[in-house]
């Protein structure tokens, strides 16, 4: 596992404050009792070194998807490569498998029975793309991604982001599979419109990653609502709610209901608070406290739904938490790749 030393850019809590003086007091302490001809300055970089260490390269994606995904982009981030080509490349493997309902080519389709995709990246130096309402193109994070480098927009939708991607070579593809248009007809019997929390109709692929450079990049790509009215935007494309990136601080996506995400700016706000010095699991529960909050000012119905949040911080460190209990995420690591039980508000 590498480790290396970092000087933090954000502002820690006075009460982190406090306990990593203490910490640095005492291991001061220790370092100059080991060797009293040690200099002050060599002292406090050694004991800066010991407690700020850096676990990197690490990727988290959401759902059980994520194992394969992390897979797929630790094939860049352990060669040393860049942490927006490593999430480009670990979302690109769910959009591509028809077996995935609620990503990609496979996604279910809108209540016209046709299939909309929605698509957003961000790197460490806050170059943003993304994509809504996609149509015929199977990766849609590619799009966006073209859009951020090749374009001085930030969003194309539509029939515009299909123009823009067949004039930038993507094929034009039918990502209605059999399958799910046996599910869209079946459905369109009793057209009942209730996405049921947990059951991936309503879910994404949110990726972050911290690479081997100490910069961090996401991605996050759906097929959005299964049966939603023809349009309808969640917040996986919109850059603060479903993604948002700070290389200073850390990086966070979301899952699950994008309407209630996009009332807090879910992912901006999980990395506001670790701006602010709290963890990665602190700073996702407490979003999801004010998602629930909100939901319950509305008399929204906080049993069917679900929201989900992944968090990554510059040291490494990761957290999740969900609404209701169901939510799960992908970790990877030099120590392995694991899928991790997400901790829930409601039990």
């Not at 966070?252 to 996009?262: D, K, L, M, S």
């Amino acid at each position: 596992m590498e480790h290396e030393l970092l000087y933090p850019f954000f502002k820690r809590s006075e009460m982190t404050k406090r306990r990593n003086f203490i910490k640095s007091g005492l291991a001061l302490g220790v370092v100059v009792a080991a060797n009293p001809l040690t200099s002050c300055a060599e002292s406090i970089e050694k004991v800066e070194e010991a407690t700020f260490l850096v676990r990197k390269p690490v990727v988290l994606s959401t759902w059980r998807f994520g194992i394969e995904a992390n897979e797929e982009a630790w094939k860049v981030l352990g060669q040393a490569g860049a942490a927006i080509d490593a999430v480009e490349q670990g979302v690109k493997l769910v959009e591509a498998d028809p077996n995935e309902r609620s990503v990609g080519y496979g996604g279910r389709p809108d209540r016209d029975g046709r299939v909309t995709l929605d698509a957003c990246i961000m790197d460490h130096n806050a170059n943003i793309g993304s994509v809504a309402s996609l149509e015929h193109i199977k990766h849609p994070v590619s799009v966006a991604r073209a859009i951020m480098e090749k374009t001085p927009h930030v969003m194309i939708v539509g029939d515009g982001a299909l123009q823009f991607a067949l004039e930038q070579g993507f094929p034009k593809e039918n990502l209605l599979t059999p399958e799910s248009e046996a599910e869209w007809k079946e459905w369109l019997v009793n057209s009942e419109y209730k996405p049921i929390a947990n059951i991936e109709n309503h879910d994404t692929i949110g990726m972050i990653a911290l690479d081997e450079h100490g910069n961090l990049s996401g991605a996050c790509t759906t097929s959005g609502m299964a049966y939603k009215m023809h349009g309808r935007v969640g917040d996986s494309p919109i850059i603060g709610a479903g993604l948002y990136v700070d290389n200073e601080v850390g990086a966070a996506t979301a899952t699950g209901h994008g309407e209630e995400v996009i009332r807090v700016v879910g992912a901006h706000l999980v990395v506001h608070l670790m701006r602010q010095g709290k963890s990665p699991q602190a700073a996702c529960k407490e979003a999801v406290e004010l998602i629930k909050h909100k939901l319950e000012l509305r008399n929204g119905n906080l049993e069917e739904t679900q929201i989900g949040f992944i968090a990554l911080n510059k040291n490494g460190e990761h957290g999740a938490y969900a609404l209701n209990t169901g939510f799960n995420y992908a970790v990877k690591d030099m120590d392995g790749n694991m899928l991790v039980d997400a901790e829930s508000l409601r039990r």
